[in-house]
């Protein structure tokens, strides 16, 4: 078992609210966190169909049973229950009652919203952070190694052959997740769909691009990507502006969660093949912003992310946005520093009007500075955003 730095948080979490709702993507490790977590709680899964069944026909009885300190797994799976668990949270006004999990952010947030607001602590999951698997074995801790393998738990946990997890996953999310949400009659579309997304992870969205490419019209590009992000395939990354308006009508960049599905679907199929792959900046720069949202994620940490650039091509990969502080991070997958690397970072501290604080992640193993900027290895990606 792999320990998870959001562990501290699901605790305080269960000593304010009766009820704690983890979500995020299958096979991040929700189901192993909460037991691991509450290990004298009951425990059902709403997977199994005779559980399902029984919730669905008799939500009192369900709960009569399965109730006072449980946890539900894949709880959306029965929605109406949420109105049942109200009733009860509200009656015993207990603190940590009901834990439970989901892995589809549409029907599980929208039932929270409407039935336990103010009652639930809400968590996300993902995948192993870099600092979770440096934790558990500082060998697997190799950049080309994890962009390769990516990060959901079972492949280092139980020493799974990354490549066919990676298929598995793919066909296994086809079925229960995108068959369930939207009716899509060519599957294979919607697989080139994705495959394309990852092509362009680390970039900037054009929809009319990906449509074309894919043969689909922009609306069903728009309904397809709403579908990644609900079931955390992908998330977008607004641009900075120091006009707010400004970060709602220019395009976002897309990210995929996982860089080794990235790696998967745009067809490495080797670890070596990375090294000269002419995507290995852009997987390397997902790996590293995925990672920064775990880390965020897991700390409970409430900072706006975003990337900055402006019409003369100025850019840079992430601005995080602290209140009155901002500082940017340029992502390099060289494993040599170059000082060029800062020429960005020196641009930005002129034309913001904010204080700016600027540090570089790069591919090397050292940590130091440069010229007042922070240089980060890849292996200190926490440090980088909450040690500022």
């Known amino acids: 078992m792999i320990d998870r730095d959001i562990t501290p948080c699901l605790l305080k979490q269960a000593k304010q609210f009766p009820v704690v709702t983890i ?8 189901t192993t966190l909460a037991k691991m977590t509450f290990p004298t709680y009951k425990y059902v899964s709403l997977e199994n169909l005779d559980n399902r069944s029984f919730a669905e026909s008799d939500p009192r009885g369900f709960l009569k049973l399965y109730s006072n300190n449980v946890i539900i797994d894949e709880i959306q799976r029965v929605p109406t229950l949420f109105s049942y668990i109200q009733e009860i949270v509200d009656e015993n006004n207990q603190e940590g009652e009901f834990v439970l999990t989901g892995s589809q952010q549409f029907g599980l947030i929208e039932k929270i919203t409407q039935s336990l607001a103010g009652r639930t602590a809400l968590l996300r999951l993902l995948p192993l952070s870099i600092n979770e698997i440096s934790a ?5 801790v190799e950049r080309e190694n994890l962009m390769f393998k990516g990060f959901y738990p079972r492949i280092y946990d139980k020493k799974i052959d990354s490549y066919d997890f990676l298929s598995f996953y793919i066909n296994t999310y086809i079925e229960k ?7 899509v009659k060519d599957i294979s579309q919607f697989i080139k769909f994705i495959s394309l997304c990852a092509g362009r992870s680390g970039q900037i969205l054009n929809m009319n691009s990906l449509g074309s490419d894919c043969g ?11 579908i990644l992000e609900a079931s955390y395939i992908i998330f977008l990354l607004k641009p900075y502006h ?7 009508i220019k395009a976002p960049k897309l990210y995929f969660y996982d860089v080794g599905l990235m790696s998967h679907l745009i067809g490495i199929k080797q670890k070596d093949q990375i090294f000269t792959h002419p995507l290995r900046g852009e997987i ?13 994620y897991n700390l409970s940490l409430r900072i706006d992310l975003y990337y900055y650039r402006d019409s003369n091509q100025n850019e840079v990969d992430l601005i995080v946005e602290d209140g009155l502080r901002i500082h940017a991070i340029e992502i390099k997958s060289a494993i040599t520093f170059s000082s060029k690397f800062l020429k960005t970072l020196k641009y930005i501290k002129n034309i913001l009007p904010k204080k700016i604080e600027g540090s570089v992640i790069y591919g090397g193993d050292d940590t130091y500075e440069r010229e007042g900027f922070k240089i980060n290895s890849f292996r200190d990606v926490v440090r980088a955003v909450t040690q500022r």
């Open 284 to 296: 390397f720069e997902t790996m590293i912003v995925s990672d920064i949202f775990k880390s965020l």
């Open 242 to 248: 120091t006009n707010i308006n400004k970060r709602l």
């Open 216 to 226: 689909i019209a922009t609306n069903t590009v728009k309904s397809w990507l709403s």
């Open 177 to 183: 997740d995108v068959r369930q949400l939207i009716n």
């Open 23 to 30: 979500t995020g993507p299958r096979q991040s490790g929700k």
């Open 136 to 140: 558990s074995d500082k060998s697997e």
